[in-house]
């Protein structure tokens, strides 16, 4: 406030300055004088906002990886390994159609599309009701969460319905899903693109969900780099052999990249500090659902503690591999 107060009086002496000038135009020495100083502050307005107006982009990234069987491209969740609630959308499509769960490529392009699907119901899911949200966890034997509006949340908004998200995501085999949240509100005048997975200019499967308005440009970019069979270092934890892990078992391996491009012309704008936290709030809750460096972290962790209770205790407290079924799928 007291920064825009002093703004207020600079504009007003300026238009005196410039007023008197104007009344004095016919005086050569009074124009000649001003002419430098006036390019001067627009060569240092120009400096402070394009050049030392801060930096313009964030980006983050992190690998994303979804373990399933060979046979049907089902979800397998390891266990002490923290389940994405949207992985129950593949049964659901498994149900209902059937026919869409081959891909020919062994489920990579089907599970690219679903980690599409993924990143909009992570966001959905804690932006229902408010761009601005607070959101508390609490590990109590397990993770609870709560989310709600910002008690500092203010000014409009923009609401994207259930049909509007579904019509984002035309074309992906998930858009028409049942499941996700009712309501998406982003910031005010914010548009949502989705482009479907492609093989890019050197042949790697890339998609992109790009948020965007006159603040900000947010793109997360999701890229297929691997396919293996196997489950890699969840083997042994969830008892199979080598043998009938890469016989009976998949991972498909993608890379998830964040950036974030605010506008040079709004980087000092009394609203920008709140795009910025919606920004870091965004890649915050992608990282703790899909950045499989900190879900392994997590899963060795509750593993190593479930094995220490077990060598104490002489209670056996391990748990079996769990696989999302479609209801009525035998």
Known sequence: MRAGGVLVVMMLLTAGVFYVVWMNRASEKIVTAVIPITVAALTGVSLAIFVFGGETTATARFPTVFLYRSSDKMPITPPYRPMLMSLFELPELQKDHPDLVGDGDDGWTLYHEFLQRAIIDIIARRHRFSWETEISR???????????????????????????IRGRL?????????FGSPELTLPPRMRLEVTLPVHNGTNAQEGRIVFTNEFVRL??????????VGLGPYTQMMGYTPIEAQTQCAQAQYLVT?????????????DMARYRRWVQQIVSELQ?????????????????????????SGVPV???????NAPGYH
């Not at 793109?219 to 293996?228: E, G």
């Not at 964040?258 to 009394?270: D, K, T």
């Not at 479930?306 to 060598?311: F, G, V, Y």
């Open 258 to 270: 964040i950036m974030a491009e605010y506008s040079r012309l709004r980087i000092g704008h009394p």
């Open 219 to 228: 793109s997360i970019t999701t890229q297929a780099f691997s396919r293996m």
């Open 288 to 312: 703790a659902e899909l950045d499989e460096q900190v879900l392994w972290a997590r899963t060795k962790e509750s593993y190593i503690f479930a094995k220490q209770i077990e060598m104490f």
């Open 170 to 178: 035309e074309g992906n085999r998930f858009g028409n899903s049942r």
């Open 318 to 324: 391990s748990m079996p591999p769990q696989t999302l």
């Open 138 to 164: 609490f590990d109590i034997g397990g993770t609870e969460e709560m989310s709600g509006p910002a008690s500092s949340a203010s000014g409009a908004s923009q609401k994207l319905s259930f049909e509007e």
